[in-house]
């Protein structure tokens, strides 16, 4: 990841001081460079994010054409963004102290997220990709800290007082951001609702972008694999296998493509099993699921390499998904009483966690 340009605006709510920056952050502090990394690797990685497409008349896709022509300067369009920000946020009755990081970069989406050592940081500092501008609302927390002092006669004093703008740390989720690439002006974004001026609103996809707001691959993902769940159930398959079956098969196809075809899912899943195939199918056609399945390889990657099941005995039991449909290492049994029972095979030691 190579960070292009960063800036940083403050919207203190509590003091009531509103700092526009005017010139962008020195990334040669190590510390500015590392929390600017880790927000934007969190951003370009976050499985929440929901996809959109800006309206023909939104007025901010025509400012990002704009700069990423090279039309219009990094400072003053973060600015315009924060005024428009700030402005919404104003209008709230209770208003949380947030600043706004804005960040020009180039990454690669298939990162993930995770602690960095600083030669980490330094390496994703320089890396190249798909371009992308971040914007990341960071609402600050109260905290509480020392604080060192005097008495009127001299002496060192101490106490503890609360502090009202820590920004979150880069561990954290930030539960208000959007995310445009260059080339194709793609939207992902996460925000979560707000009231301003006794309307619930999401300001970020609604009111700063102007874009339709849709599922998160996540989303679609856990849509498929509930449905799936639920026609094996209701039909007499093994549930857990089946799952298993469509987290393998989603996580191979994506790696190929983004777009899988639900009806083709259905037919791999249930291939033994007709009458679940017929009614996985009715269930694309009638909506449950769409018919396209997108599902971003990062998020392939990362939520269908492995699957739990928990029995009504309350034993865990997490496997890799490739193993489900693999009697090598794991075999489900349905005994003649209705039961289940499930043989672990080829183990070589095993480790208490």
Avoid: W
């Avoid at 403050?10 to 962008?24: G, P, R």
């Avoid at 934007?40 to 939104?58: D, I, M, P, Q």
């Amino acid at each position: 990841m190579r960070i292009n340009n960063a800036i940083l605006h403050v919207f203190d709510f509590v003091s009531c001081v509103n700092v526009f920056a005017q010139v962008e952050m020195d990334l040669g502090d190590k510390t500015a460079k590392r929390y600017v990394t880790s927000q934007a690797r969190k951003a370009v990685s976050n499985l929440e994010s929901h996809r959109g497409t800006f309206a023909e008349n939104s007025l901010f896709a025509e400012e990002l054409r704009a700069y990423f022509r090279g039309e219009r300067d990094f400072v003053g369009l973060s600015q315009q963004i924060g005024e428009f920000l700030l402005g919404e946020l104003s209008r709230m009755e209770k208003t949380p102290s947030c600043d706004l990081l804005v960040v020009d970069f180039e990454g690669d989406v298939e990162q993930t997220v995770g602690p960095m050592t600083d030669e980490e940081a330094e390496a994703a500092f320089k890396a190249e990709g798909q371009r992308y501008l971040a914007v990341l609302l960071l609402e600050s927390r109260p905290a509480y800290m020392h604080e060192v002092g005097a008495t009127d006669f001299g002496d060192t004093a101490t106490t503890v007082s609360r502090h009202h703008a820590i920004l979150p740390n880069p561990s954290q989720k930030v539960a208000s951001f959007a995310l445009i690439e260059a080339d194709s002006l793609a939207v992902r974004f996460c925000d979560k609702e707000r009231e301003i001026a006794g309307e619930k609103r999401l300001i970020i996809p609604e009111g700063l972008l102007q874009c339709s707001i849709e599922a998160s691959s996540k989303e679609v993902f856990e849509a498929v694999a509930t449905v799936v769940e639920e026609v094996a159930e209701e039909y007499g398959a093994n549930s857990a296998v089946a799952v298993a079956k469509a987290k393998s098969y989603v996580a191979e196809r994506a790696g190929e493509e983004e777009r899988i075809d639900a009806a083709e899912l259905g037919r791999e899943v249930f291939a033994d099993e007709p009458v679940c195939q017929e009614h996985f199918a009715r269930a694309v056609n009638e909506g449950t699921i769409p018919e396209q399945v997108v599902v971003e390889k990062a998020v392939a990657k990362r939520v269908a390499k492995s699957h739990k099941i928990r029995t009504d005995t309350g034993i865990e039991l997490t496997f890799p998904v490739e193993y489900g449909e693999n009697p090598e290492f794991i075999e489900f049994f349905s005994t003649p009483d209705g039961r289940i029972e499930i043989a672990l095979k080829n183990i070589g030691s095993i480790e208490n966690r």
